[in-house]
Each structure stands twice: as structure tokens, then as C-alpha cells.
């Protein structure tokens, strides 16, 4: 059995800690079960943004009869769509192989790993052991239960990507970001889509305003049942049906689509991986449990990025992976302030958030100590010139420091909006000093000092 200085489980974020341990002369092996390059890379943000593209693009052009231009698509080639994204995601992933495969200084295991005993993983029956260990060994999709799921064919984000015809209908489970990019996407498309969301709230982590703005427009392009839990899916002569009950009455309703989608949250590898078996817990929901410093309660052993369940994106992942490898090699430690760490929905209007929502704020803050800030698109000259009408951007403020506390965005270009409020906040900059910037007019930047300029106290 070989012995090594660090071994790295995931070639997502993952791939940080590998380079960061190479570096500094280690013995390094890697353990990837595939697709090389991780979710990020193979089957979430990059795919699906190749995909969200063009589907702004077709968006924003049926939206353009609002300043007065008519215009007409005459062909969607959702073949060629698709293919391009394939084609940038094959392409990525052979970048990944390729540098591993030139570097003599990492061993590279290729294939499912199990610990079978303390700090001693398994590989298609070959064993290593590791002084350390960080696991970056991500989620997959969550199936949840309902009549009949084990004897249909249904599509997930991972699934959905190797399709080549647009279907004609599609039924959507699940209402947060995944799903409503999807919606998104597919509706853009030209396919007729259905949403079915258990929760009240579509992206129910997000500002309530903000959800139901989201909803009410996608509801110009797609049938959006929220308060809805799917209950059974039934094979049909042309597609499938999805039965839905009401949370509230229990009234119940069919719908029928040509394809079914389940994007109704992630699901830990933790168990694929038998974490237990070297003495490492995991909480409720079976995501690795770790302290503020990304340690397990086993020593040696660190987690992060999706693997550990919080902030799952990979922005999140690759800080994660610099602190994690610093906490590693250092007796200081650093910590990861939530709280600094933005997300962007890419929907229809794009959503972006940093920060505490308003609701948040309240559970850690008297009343008397914060203040909320609304601003319309429309409240700025290049938002009023857009005819943005319904986009706004709110603030949430500490009272005494002028502090930022959460800042939330829904309208275009919301994730570059949102940029110089999260530089401010992850240098713990006050409102002022983003005042004393001079904003470009007319730009759809002004709309953030907007907000920050129309604080009021809450009730």
C-alpha cells in the first residue's frame, strides 16, 4: 500500500489543493471517480451558461417590442446549441486530463473511492494511505420519493445536457436555481414549460420580493405551480404525467409533458465515498460536518466546496480550497465569512445577492439598528432609457456604521451590478466610501448608490 503526503478526493475545487501540494515538493495523489474537472466544469455552471446565452439573447429580443422594435425569430437551432456546449465542455475536460497526465509529480487514481479504515481509501481494489486528506467529493442530484420515479425515465441537470432534440413540453421539479435556469432555458427554446415547486417561494433562499417578481415573469413565458409537492409521475401512450398536491388545500393536479426534469436539490457523495469508515461524520443531511476552519472532527482531514453542503457554488469552492490548504500548512488560521460570498441566479431577469437578506438581518439585529434601501431600474435615466419597469435593487444597511449587511439584485445584468458592493463588503467598507466613487451617468450602476441613497428605517 502506498503512503502519501496528501491526497485529494474531487478534480473540481479540488484540483487547488493538488497544485498547491505539488508546489511544495509533496507526495500527491488524486482520486476522481469523473468527469474530470468537477460539477462546475462538466455539469453545472459552465454547460449551463453556454446554454443560458442564447437564451437571453432570444429573450431579450421578445422583449424589444417594449422601445418600440419589432423583430421576428425565424430559427432556434437547438441541435447546434447543444452541441456547442458539448463541444466547450469535452474541450475543458481534456484541458483537465491533459495537465494532469503531464505532471510526473501526482499519482493519479482514477475511479470510485471508499475509505475502508483510518485515512485509507480504495481504488478499483488498490489501497493508499494519506498523511492528509482533503475531500472535495461534491453532490449529485437528489431524487426525492414519489409514486412511480423507479419505472419512468426522467432528465436531471447531468442528463439534460445530452439531449439533441427540443422537446415539445417539458415538466420541471423543483423551483430553485437549477430549476428556473432550466425553465429558462427551455422555455426560451420554443418548449412549453411547467414548474412544480414544493415551497411557496421560487429561489426561497433569495429576498420574498425578489421571488415573486421572478414568478410573475416567468409567468409571461411558462405555467409556474409553486406551493405545489409532485406526489407520482406515470408513463404515458405520449410522455408522462406528473401528479401535484396543493401543501395547503390538497387538492390535487395532473399535468402531462413530453420529458420530465428533477432538479429539486443535491444529494452528498459522502455516502458513495463511506466517509464512516475512517471515522469522519456527516450531519442531518448526510453532508461532511466540518468546523469554521473546514476541519473534520477527524485530524488530517479537511472538507469543502459542495461536500460539506453550504454555499455550493464554485466561487465558494475555490476560496474554500485557498483557505483550506493555508489552514493546512499554517499554524494561523482563516476562516470563510459567509456572508461575503455572492450568487448569481442566471434566469429571466438574472438575480444576484450578497450578504444577509432583509429577514436574516432582523434575527441578528434590533429593529432600531437597520436600514432598508429600495431603488427601481427605472428610478435611474439608463434604466428608465431600457424601459426596465420592474427590475430594483435593495439594500440592507447597519444604522450606526453604514455597514453593509445584504444587497440583492433582480434585472439585467444584475451579476456585474453587484460587483462593487461585494468589493465593498469583503473589504468591510461603509455606504460612503462607495458614494465617494463617482458613478458614470447615466449608467445602470447609479441604480446601487439609488439604493443606498433611499434608506429607511424598518418596521
Same mark, same amino acid.
Given at each position: 500500500?502506498?503512503?502519501?503526503?496528501?491526497?485529494?478526493?474531487?478534480?473540481?475545487?479540488?484540483?487547488?489543493?493538488?497544485?498547491?501540494?505539488?508546489?511544495?515538493?509533496?507526495?500527491?495523489?488524486?482520486?476522481?471517480?469523473?468527469?474530470?474537472?468537477? *460539477?462546475?466544469?462538466?455539469?453545472?455552471?459552465?454547460?449551463?451558461?453556454?446554454?443560458?446565452?442564447?437564451?437571453?439573447?432570444?429573450?431579450?429580443?421578445?422583449?424589444?417590442?417594449?422601445?418600440?422594435?419589432?423583430?421576428?425569430?425565424?430559427?432556434?437551432?437547438?441541435?447546434?446549441?447543444?452541441?456547442?456546449?458539448?463541444?466547450?465542455?469535452?474541450?475543458?475536460?481534456?484541458?483537465?486530463?491533459?495537465?494532469?497526465?503531464?505532471?510526473?509529480?501526482?499519482?493519479?487514481?482514477?475511479?470510485?473511492?471508499?475509505?475502508?479504515?483510518?485515512?485509507?481509501?480504495?481504488?478499483?481494489?488498490?489501497?493508499?494511505?494519506?498523511?492528509?486528506?482533503?475531500?472535495?467529493?461534491?453532490?449529485? %442530484?437528489?431524487?426525492?420519493?414519489?409514486?412511480?420515479?423507479?419505472?419512468?425515465?426522467?432528465?436531471?441537470?447531468?442528463?439534460?445536457?445530452?439531449?439533441?432534440?427540443?422537446?415539445?413540453?417539458?415538466?420541471?421539479?423543483?423551483?430553485?436555481?437549477?430549476?428556473?435556469?432550466?425553465?429558462?432555458?427551455?422555455?426560451?427554446?420554443?418548449?412549453?414549460?411547467?414548474?412544480?415547486?414544493?415551497?411557496?417561494?421560487?429561489?426561497?433562499?433569495?429576498?420574498?420580493?425578489?421571488?415573486?417578481?421572478?414568478?410573475?415573469?416567468?409567468?409571461?413565458?411558462?405555467?409556474?405551480?409553486?406551493?405545489?409537492?409532485?406526489?407520482?409521475?406515470?408513463?404515458? *401512450?405520449?410522455?408522462?404525467?406528473?401528479?401535484?398536491?396543493?401543501?395547503?388545500?390538497?387538492?390535487?393536479?395532473?399535468?402531462?409533458?413530453?420529458?420530465?426534469?428533477?432538479?429539486?436539490?443535491?444529494?452528498?457523495?459522502?455516502?458513495?465515498?463511506?466517509?464512516?469508515?475512517?471515522?469522519?461524520? *456527516?450531519?442531518?443531511?448526510?453532508?461532511?460536518?466540518?468546523?469554521?476552519?473546514?476541519?473534520?472532527?477527524?485530524?488530517?482531514?479537511?472538507?469543502?466546496?459542495?461536500?460539506?453542503?453550504?454555499?455550493?457554488?464554485? !466561487?465558494?469552492?475555490?476560496?474554500?480550497?485557498?483557505?483550506?490548504?493555508?489552514?493546512?500548512?499554517?499554524?494561523?488560521?482563516?476562516?470563510?465569512?459567509?456572508?461575503?460570498? %455572492?450568487?448569481?441566479?442566471?434566469?429571466? %431577469?438574472?438575480?444576484?445577492?450578497?450578504?444577509?437578506?432583509?429577514?436574516?438581518?432582523?434575527?441578528?439585529?434590533?429593529?432600531?439598528?437597520?436600514?432598508?434601501?429600495?431603488?427601481?431600474?427605472?428610478?435611474?435615466?439608463?434604466?428608465?432609457?431600457?424601459?426596465?419597469?420592474?427590475?430594483?435593487?435593495?439594500?440592507?444597511?447597519?444604522?450606526?456604521?453604514?455597514?453593509?449587511?445584504?444587497?440583492?439584485?433582480?434585472?439585467?445584468?444584475?451579476?456585474?451590478?453587484?460587483?462593487?458592493?461585494?468589493?465593498?463588503?469583503?473589504?468591510?467598507?461603509?455606504?460612503?466610501?462607495?458614494?465617494?466613487?463617482? !458613478?458614470?451617468?447615466?449608467?445602470?450602476?447609479?441604480?446601487?448608490?439609488?439604493?443606498?441613497?433611499?434608506?429607511?428605517?424598518?418596521?
Amino acid at each position: 500500500m502506498k503512503e502519501y503526503d496528501v491526497i485529494v478526493v474531487g478534480s473540481g475545487a479540488g484540483l487547488l489543493v493538488v497544485e498547491n501540494a505539488i508546489a511544495h515538493g509533496l507526495d500527491v495523489a488524486l482520486v476522481d471517480r469523473g468527469p474530470l474537472g468537477g *460539477t462546475c466544469l462538466n455539469l453545472g455552471c459552465i454547460p449551463s451558461k453556454m446554454l443560458i446565452y442564447p437564451a437571453d439573447r432570444i429573450a431579450e429580443i421578445r422583449d424589444s417590442e417594449k422601445l418600440g422594435v419589432r423583430a421576428e425569430i425565424t430559427d432556434i437551432n437547438f441541435a447546434s446549441i447543444m452541441k456547442r456546449m458539448r463541444e466547450t465542455v469535452s474541450s475543458g475536460n481534456q484541458h483537465v486530463r491533459d495537465g494532469i497526465q503531464l505532471s510526473d509529480a501526482l499519482d493519479f487514481y482514477e475511479g470510485e473511492g471508499q475509505f475502508v479504515k483510518d485515512y485509507v481509501i480504495e481504488i478499483k481494489g488498490e489501497r493508499i494511505k494519506g498523511r492528509k486528506i482533503f475531500l472535495a467529493s461534491g453532490a449529485r %442530484p437528489l431524487i426525492p420519493f414519489m409514486d412511480g420515479i423507479g419505472s419512468v425515465e426522467y432528465l436531471t441537470n447531468e442528463s439534460v445536457l445530452e439531449m439533441k432534440e427540443r422537446p415539445e413540453s417539458i415538466i420541471i421539479i423543483g423551483g430553485g436555481y437549477i430549476a428556473a435556469e432550466y425553465a429558462h432555458f427551455f422555455a426560451a427554446m420554443g418548449s412549453k414549460v411547467t414548474l412544480v415547486q414544493r415551497s411557496d417561494n421560487l429561489v426561497p433562499d433569495e429576498e420574498p420580493e425578489i421571488s415573486e417578481l421572478l414568478k410573475k415573469e416567468m409567468e409571461k413565458r411558462l405555467r409556474v405551480f409553486t406551493g405545489m409537492e409532485a406526489f407520482a409521475v406515470k408513463k404515458q *401512450t405520449s410522455g408522462y404525467s406528473v401528479s401535484g398536491r396543493d401543501t395547503d388545500t390538497g387538492e390535487e393536479t395532473d399535468l402531462t409533458a413530453e420529458k420530465i426534469l428533477i432538479a429539486a436539490g443535491r444529494k452528498s457523495n459522502a455516502d458513495l465515498l463511506k466517509v464512516e469508515n475512517t471515522g469522519v461524520e *456527516t450531519d442531518e443531511r448526510n453532508y461532511i460536518k466540518v468546523n469554521e476552519y473546514f476541519e473534520t472532527n477527524k485530524k488530517n482531514i479537511w472538507a469543502f466546496g459542495d461536500a460539506i453542503g453550504k454555499k455550493m457554488f464554485r !466561487h465558494v469552492a475555490n476560496r474554500a480550497a485557498s483557505l483550506v490548504w493555508h489552514n493546512a500548512a499554517h499554524d494561523a488560521k482563516d476562516k470563510l465569512d459567509y456572508t461575503t460570498a %455572492p450568487h448569481a441566479v442566471f434566469t429571466w %431577469p438574472e438575480i444576484a445577492s450578497v450578504g444577509l437578506t432583509e429577514s436574516e438581518s432582523r434575527k441578528h439585529h434590533r429593529l432600531h439598528e437597520l436600514l432598508v434601501g429600495r431603488a427601481r431600474y427605472y428610478d435611474v435615466a439608463r434604466g428608465e432609457a431600457m424601459r426596465e419597469e420592474s427590475g430594483f435593487a435593495k439594500a440592507v444597511v447597519k444604522r450606526d456604521s453604514g455597514k453593509i449587511l445584504g444587497f440583492h439584485i433582480i434585472g439585467p445584468h444584475a451579476s456585474i451590478l453587484i460587483q462593487e458592493v461585494i468589493l465593498a463588503k469583503a473589504n468591510d467598507l461603509d455606504i460612503w466610501a462607495l458614494a465617494r466613487g463617482m !458613478h458614470i451617468h447615466p449608467a445602470l450602476p447609479e441604480v446601487v448608490t439609488a439604493a443606498f441613497g433611499n434608506l429607511r428605517e424598518v418596521e
